[in-house]
């Protein structure tokens, strides 16, 4: 069953936004129903479509009949506050779609993912593999793994308790052990599951605790999804197989419809995050529609360090999209090889440091990745967060650790100082530009001699302890250098200036 905030993340892709207690959206909804001006009373449904209805009153008291969790209506402007306060006191939530969609297409979005994520029992829906692995492990007689074509585990039949210890390791760890994986990579097992049009029998490896298996793999069409195990010592017989297979093609076929309703939602997430960071013309209410709240976001760019990048990349966008929105805290974005994610966390900076490093934990295999986390910003400032998220990435470079721009604000100013220089909006005639020119000339060392005195605020012994010379070579290089250029150290907007241009200069530690 879904969740009212994934039904909002979809329709907001439709120009809907919620209105009512925030908190509605954790309830679950299992029914639709649909007003029809012939019935005497609606019926029941957790979401009701006020089809019809211009009235929000009409369409708020007819949910209310229904039992709804929450009524959809069309309006170009929404609910006045009389009735937004009756959402609130009768716990109703209004999701309020632009007039321009018409009441098919929000009617097939609705009915096509409540009803998906309600088909329990029958083995339908995304949410029931395991149900569905359940009942081909009784058809076959043996426990079953369902997995993709990573090795990871998306469903398993019960029963596996009594398996060997490989299957055991498997399903607790979600993944097929590395050792395993190797060695049906290495001889050619991997590859002619892949290829197989029927079900293959891998032998037993007892050096790494695992029995025999019978595999297959899971198709739609031509597109290999991932594959079906089953436990057993000796190959099936024609009947087991058979159901093996069948079971495969009604597996392929959920996970399609799971890939699918997933892809859309990504799709409309990602295009609303897109908007937040390019600068959305309502911003709150922008995050609203995607589930996040107003203030006390940071934007976190991740990179992933892979050559070329883009499998990498690609695999780490699926690791933080993994799980529709009702799921995740964040909310996020791919553009070019860069992963972004807007993540509330009340503005501090530890909730989006250990997201980062349950992202990189959750991979299943990483040559590294390089984060940069934005200052705490408000709906309306994530174009500048985005901004400092993307400086933060470049000066991770090869660090492990994730640059966080409250930390490293001072490197962003002196690398934006730099880029200015470089794109001549600094000035170019200056004293340090004379001194620098007089260094690369001459082979002195006046430009460095500047900086440190600057730095030790004018004391010599200090400056001496930074060059690691003797304060009285730092006098003498002071008297010399302000016979190059006119430094007037005396004045304070010089000296702040001189520094300034300092910082511009690339050898700038």
């Known amino acids: 069953m879904i969740n009212l905030d994934r039904l909002v993340n979809v329709l907001g892709g439709y120009g809907a936004h919620l209105v009512g207690d925030g908190h509605l959206r954790r309830r679950e909804l299992r029914s639709v129903a649909m007003h029809d001006p012939t019935d005497d009373a609606p019926p029941p449904g957790d979401a009701f479509l006020a089809v019809g209805i211009d009235a929000s009153a009409t369409a708020l008291r007819l949910a209310e009949q229904a039992r709804a969790v929450v009524v959809i209506v069309r309006s170009a402007t929404g609910p006045a506050a009389g009735i937004r306060a009756e959402l609130r006191e009768r716990g109703i939530a209004m999701v309020v779609v632009e007039p321009a969609v018409s009441w098919s297409q929000i009617s097939g979005i609705v009915y096509g993912l409540v009803l998906e994520g309600r088909e329990t029992e029958s083995g339908r829906g995304p949410s029931d593999l395991f149900a569905l ?18 090795w990871r585990v998306i469903a398993y039949s019960a029963g596996q308790a009594d398996t060997d210890r490989a299957r055991r ?15 049906l990579e290495s001889d050619g097992t991997a590859a002619r599951l892949a290829a197989a049009d029927a079900p293959l029998y ?7 605790g695992m029995g025999g298996r019978t595999a297959v793999p899971i198709r739609v069409g031509r597109e290999l999804l991932g594959s079906l195990w089953a436990v057993g010592d000796t190959p099936l ?11 495969a093609r009604t597996v392929g076929l959920h996970m399609l419809r799971a890939r699918v309703s997933s ?17 959305s013309e309502d911003p709150e ?3 609203d529609r995607i589930g996040l709240p107003a203030d006390g976001l940071r934007v976190i760019a991740l990179h992933a360090r892979a050559a070329p ?20 805290p964040g909310r996020s974005t791919l553009l070019g090889t860069t992963v972004y994610t807007v ?13 980062v490093r349950a992202t990189v934990r959750g991979l299943p295999a990483h040559p590294g990745v390089a984060a940069g986390v934005g200052g705490a910003a408000g709906a309306g400032d994530l174009p500048a967060g985005r901004q400092e998220a993307d400086e933060c990435l470049i000066l991770a470079g090869d660090r492990a650790a994730p640059v966080v721009y409250d930390d490293a604000w001072d490197e962003v100013l002196l690398r934006r100082l730099r880029l200015s220089a470089e794109a001549g909006r600094l000035p170019g005639r200056n004293p340090v530009a004379v001194l620098a020119r007089h260094d690369a000339d001459q082979g002195t060392e006046y430009t460095g001699t500047l900086r440190a005195w600057l730095y030790a605020h004018g004391d010599p012994a200090v400056a001496a302890e930074l060059l690691g010379v003797h304060p009285n070579t730092v006098r003498y290089r002071l008297r010399r250098l302000r016979g190059v250029a006119d430094l007037r150290l005396h004045e304070p907007r010089a000296r702040v200036a001189l520094t300034v241009a300092l910082a511009a200069l690339p050898e700038d530690p």
């Open 133 to 150: 692995a359940d009942t081909v492990a009784a058809e076959v007689g043996s426990p079953v793994v369902i997995e993709d074509r990573a």
């Open 169 to 183: 390791d498997t399903v607790i760890a979600r993944r097929a052990p590395a050792g395993i994986r190797d060695r």
């Open 202 to 208: 891998v032998p037993a490896l007892p050096e790494f």
């Open 237 to 247: 017989d024609a009947e087991r197989a058979r159901a093996l297979s069948e079971g």
């Open 263 to 279: 892809d859309l939602e990504r799709q409309v997430e990602s295009e609303s995050v897109i908007d937040l960071l390019e600068g």
């Open 285 to 287: 209410r922008a995050a």
């Open 309 to 328: 990048p883009d499998a990498a990349v690609l695999h780490l966008f699926e690791q933080v999209t993994t799980g529709f929105g009702w799921s995740r």
């Open 343 to 355: 993540l509330p966390c009340a503005g501090e900076v530890a909730p989006a440091l250990e997201w």
